[in-house]
T-cell receptor, first 114, second 113 residues
Framework: KAGVTQTPRYLIKTRGQQVTLSCSPISGHRSVSWYQQTPGQGLQFLFE???????NKGNFPGRFSGRQFSNSRSEMNVSTLELGDSALYLC?????????????FGSGTRLTVV | GDSVTQMEGPVTLSEEAFLTINCTYTATGYPSLFWYVQYPGEGLQLLLKATKADDKGSNKGFEATYRKETTSFHLEKGSVQVSDSAVYFCALRLKTSYDKVIFGPGTSLSVIP
C-alpha cells in the first residue's frame, strides 16, 4: 500500500514568489492535514481538509491556503513568500477524523526562500 | 488550552541503556495519545498509541502507558540501539471534538555505540 506522497521534495523560491505543494494521501484516507515544521517553532498546524472542505485552520496568515480534490489529494499554496516561510511542510493523512486515528505522514517538502 | 509537554532534549544514551522520555498533557476532554518518531530527513512515523486510560501502546520494543491520574504518557524502551537515534514527539487528539492532533515540541535522542 503506497504511503503519503508529497511533491516536490525540495524547492527553492525567491521572496515574493508563490509556491504550490502537493500531497497524495494513502488510498482510502479522507482527511488531509498540513503542518509547518521549523527548528524554532516545532510542528505548527496549518489546516485540515476532509471531503473537500476545510475543517480546521491554524494561526497562519491568509497567504497560506489549501484545497482538497474529490480524490482526496490536497494542495497548499503560499503566496508572496517571505524568508520566514522557509520550513519543512508536512502532509498527514488519516482514515477519518475520529480521535483514535493517528496520522500517516509524508516525507515532506523542504521549502527554502531566498 | 490543550497542550503537550515533553522533557527537554537532547538526550544522549549509550547503546543498550534504558530510555525514558517524559510526556504530560493538558486536555479539556479525554484524548487519544500518540508517540511519533522522526528520523533525519524524513517525515513523522506513528510509533504507538493508546486511546483510553490504562491502555498500553507498544511497538518495536517501545512502550507507553496512558495514565489519566497523572495525565502522562511516558515513552520507555529497555535497551536502545544506535538505530533509535531520532526525534520523538508526543501528541494528543481530543475525543470530544473533531480536532487536530496537537504535538509536543519533540525530544531528540542520540544513541552512541
Amino acid at each position: 500500500k503506497a504511503g503519503v506522497t508529497q511533491t516536490p521534495r525540495y524547492l527553492i523560491k525567491t521572496r515574493g514568489q508563490q509556491v504550490t505543494l502537493s500531497c497524495s494521501p494513502i488510498s482510502g484516507h479522507r482527511s488531509v492535514s498540513w503542518y509547518q515544521q521549523t527548528p524554532g517553532q516545532g510542528l505548527q498546524f496549518l489546516f485540515e481538509y476532509f471531503s473537500e472542505t476545510q475543517r480546521n485552520k491554524g494561526n497562519f496568515p491568509g497567504r497560506f491556503s489549501g484545497r482538497q480534490f474529490s480524490n482526496s489529494r490536497s494542495e497548499m499554496n503560499v503566496s508572496t513568500l517571505e524568508l520566514g516561510d522557509s520550513a519543512l511542510y508536512l502532509c498527514a493523512s488519516s482514515f477519518d477524523r475520529k480521535s483514535h486515528y493517528g496520522y500517516t505522514f509524508g516525507s515532506g517538502t523542504r521549502l527554502t526562500v531566498v | 488550552g490543550d497542550s503537550v509537554t515533553q522533557m527537554e532534549g537532547p538526550v544522549t544514551l549509550s547503546e543498550e541503556a534504558f530510555l525514558t522520555i517524559n510526556c504530560t498533557y493538558t486536555a479539556t476532554g479525554y484524548p487519544s495519545l500518540f508517540w511519533y518518531v522522526q528520523y533525519p530527513g524524513e517525515g513523522l512515523q506513528l510509533l504507538l498509541k493508546a486511546t483510553k486510560a490504562d491502555d498500553k501502546g507498544s511497538n518495536k520494543g517501545f512502550e507507553a502507558t496512558y495514565r489519566k491520574e497523572t495525565t502522562s504518557f511516558h515513552l520507555e524502551k529497555g535497551s536502545v540501539q544506535v538505530s533509535d537515534s531520532a526525534v520523538y514527539f508526543c501528541a494528543l487528539r481530543l475525543k470530544t471534538s473533531y480536532d487536530k492532533v496537537i504535538f509536543g515540541p519533540g525530544t531528540s535522542l542520540s544513541v552512541i555505540p
